[in-house]
């Protein structure tokens, strides 16, 4: 099994910055990509942002050139900075990696992101 904690999530102005950090531990060799998803009150989770194990990334459009997700050299750390924050991107934001092996999916309890305007 894989655990994944989340942690630098808070409340930001508009147009402010914030850096999320995920820590994996457990089995990890068991980590391929990892991501960031969100999910806002009343929706659905959505896809923020992705990084393969070999740091190949993805975005979603909403976040282009505001969001940027990195790993650790050892692969078991992904971060995602956030910069010129919305009022739109307040959700509880969730670390996710899944398994090389089974492709099932492993996550965090979450932190929150609030954006005041």
């Known amino acids: 099994q894989v655990q994944l904690m989340e942690s630098g999530g808070g409340l930001v102005q508009a147009g402010g910055s914030l850096r999320l950090a995920c820590a994996a531990s457990g089995s990890l060799f068991r980590i391929g990509p990892m991501a960031w998803y969100r999910q806002a009150p009343g929706n659905q989770r959505e896809l923020v942002a992705s990084?393969?194990?070999?740091?190949?990334?993805s975005y979603r459009d909403s976040v282009k050139g505001r969001f940027t997700i990195s790993r650790d050299s050892a692969k078991t750390t992904v971060n995602l900075q956030m910069n010129s924050l919305k009022p739109e991107d307040t959700a509880v934001y969730y670390c996710?990696?899944?398994?090389?092996?089974?492709?099932?999916?492993?996550w965090g309890q979450g932190t929150q992101v609030t954006v005041s305007s």
């Open positions: 996710n990696a899944r398994d090389r092996y089974s492709g099932s999916g492993f």
């Open positions: 990084i393969s194990s070999s740091g190949t990334t």
